[in-house]
């Protein structure tokens, strides 16, 4: 079995795998986003289909169509404003979302400091997840984290601190829940602990020094914030600070969609069309 | 005017200084809290009174009363559990509450990416700051602040956007109003600006690509954060994937009060000293 720990593990397997996906792309206008999809490209894990019109909700629902017709693996934003592209994508007849399903960020992150991919969810989308919504991020979770080989994913849910506390944080009471629900082999073969923060998921000396066990280990794959302000400023403070490269993809949809922000660069375009394309692989 | 940017220059103006401040220690137990106290006080900026008792809770209205008394001008925690001290400096005719004030913590920080101290509240003591809560914050960080020789504090209001979205994220309403009286001379001379995320507060080229104008241009120095999720997200992931330096007190008591938690390192400890030191040096 394959195990992918960081970018270069992730293109080298999406190379071998000589398998091409097709991107529907809105709106390719600006100079990012081409010169992700001519690195992808030229690498050869995906063929772009560039769409555009001088309407950008036509252009939105051009390339949606495309991925309906079953003539795209997945979708990627150009230069279109978000929320015309989400209006599209969030639309009940002609739209990507799956009924039932919740809409929500992934991500994959290879920082410096840390031995391995450190996957997350949601810096992006959904502002305060509930209890449902949680459970759902959980599910994706674990099946992104099986799909770079990681036989029994680590997931951790992350808090401030290491209590349950009913009074001021009500969600870390639906932790349990969620403890459980794993345990009974609801997200399949995965371990998941919290309410854990930051250093206790990661960091085994951490969670010697404060006198917990946990059976994350110190050694997670993946946190699941309580926020988005917190997931927000965990990104924005590893990438700004700590050098670490990125890559997101929107799960909830028929098929992952690449949704860069205005300040991403070229290499976590590249890199999102890398996730996107590992994610799309059996499809 | 002095201003000092980092650890070794606050160090620095302690030393000239020659002012030592007594410091009233809760439960000195520990060989961290030992090791921080003899470094200061080797370099001169503290005198330790050591304050320790077979019941816990003795100990802490002790040192308080050493604080009341005028005897010692700040507090330190040892080896004591923090609700035992909290709950005696919250006591309302022994304590070390000032009445009107909101107990929430500062802290400091040294990260080799930022070209200075980057300040911050708060990651440890409020949950989800009221409007008058964040209120104080911006007054203690505008105060604290000065006392680094920062003429003009830049302090940004954290948001994961740029943009005020009063469905989702109700606080971000009351970030105009701050903005409105810190231009009315409210804090004193300072900027305040926000929303706006960790990127577009401490870098110029993140506005630039975002095409914001921000009177903080880029170089906040101080951060407040929409809960405390977020803040503690920020600090764990500075601390370590980032190798930043920290040091952090509480604000609204009577004097400043280090209450380190169990895994910081003796490093921290020291420095909070050195923090809690010069915001009672015209004292």
Redesign the interface.
């Known amino acids: 079995m394959y195990r992918i720990q960081n970018f270069n593990q992730l293109l080298e397997h999406l190379k071998n795998q000589k398998l091409k996906r097709r991107v529907a792309v809105v709106c390719p206008r600006d100079q990012s986003t081409q010169e992700a999809l001519k690195r992808a490209e030229e690498d050869g894990f995906i063929e772009p289909l560039m769409v555009d019109d001088d309407d950008l909700p036509t252009a939105a629902r051009k390339a949606i169509r495309l991925v309906r017709e079953g003539k795209a693996d997945f979708l990627m934003k150009g230069l279109i404003n978000s929320d015309i592209l989400l209006h599209a994508i969030l639309d009940r007849e002609e739209g990507l979302l799956q009924p039932g399903h919740v809409l929500t960020q992934m991500a994959c992150s290879s920082?410096?400091?840390?031995h391995k991919f450190l996957f997350y969810t949601d810096?992006?989308v959904i502002?305060y997840p509930t209890q449902q919504q949680r459970i759902e991020q959980v599910r994706y979770m674990a099946s992104l984290c099986r799909a770079f080989g990681i036989a029994e994913p680590r997931i951790s849910l992350?808090?401030?601190s290491e209590k349950v506390d009913e009074r001021?944080?009500p969600f870390t009471a639906g932790y349990a829940d969620i403890i459980r629900m794993a345990k009974e082999g609801e997200f399949g073969k995965c371990i998941v602990d919290g309410p854990l923060?930051?250093?206790t998921s990661?960091?085994p000396s951490?969670l010697k020094?404060?006198g917990i066990s946990s059976p994350l280990d110190g050694d997670a794959d993946a946190l699941i914030?309580?926020?988005?302000?917190?997931?927000?400023?965990?990104y924005?403070?590893?990438t700004?600070?700590?050098h670490?490269e990125i890559a997101s993809i929107l799960q909830g949809t028929m098929v992952p969609v690449v949704i860069p922000s205005?300040?991403d660069s070229p290499e976590t375009k590249y890199y999102s069309l890398a996730l996107a394309a590992i994610l799309t692989s059996n499809s």
Chains 1, 2 share one sequence.
């Open positions: 920082i410096p400091e840390y810096t992006a502002p992350i808090h401030c001021h944080f923060d930051l250093k990661c960091s951490s020094v404060k914030f309580p926020d988005i302000e917190a997931g927000n400023l965990f924005k403070a590893i700004f600070f700590a670490a205005r300040a």
